[in-house]
């Protein structure tokens, strides 16, 4: 019993030259009928090939799963876009906040260290000027030395 190459095409909505290129190439056919196929060739290549709607209806579904799987992909990496923009966003802004503490602390060091430099001086003053008046109790009071005077006056609490 044959199978006309009409109803195969239509069944699978395959061409007569695509089913019979195919039932050559999958069961090493050499001679191929005008009119069909036989029934056994024809229902092996019917589960080989499966019909045009079946297997219509499994590629849209797995369009449709590959579809949802980079949408979710997208997603994902927009998620992560915008994670990294928060954090990039607070790291600048921790970074000024490091940069205005390391300039007040840089200031703070000038500071005290011209602080510092006063109260060596004002502390050499006072070694000279003690040993200068004990010169001068030896000496009388002719030679006083000059009053002790501080170009930046310390504050207390400044």
Known sequence: MVIQWEKLAKITGRSKATLS???TILFDLTEIGEDGLDVDVALKLLFKIGSFERSQKV???ELSQKLESKKDELLQYA????IVKAERS???DHIKSVERQSAANAIRAETAETRLHEVTQSFAYLIERKSQA???VNLGERNKPPPLLLVNQ?????
């Open 134 to 136: 004990d010169k001068i």
């Open 90 to 92: 607070q790291l600048k």
């Open 79 to 82: 998620v992560s876009l915008e």
């Open 59 to 61: 590629e849209i579904l």
């Open 154 to 158: 310390i504050v207390p609490g400044a």
């Open 21 to 23: 290129f195919m039932a």
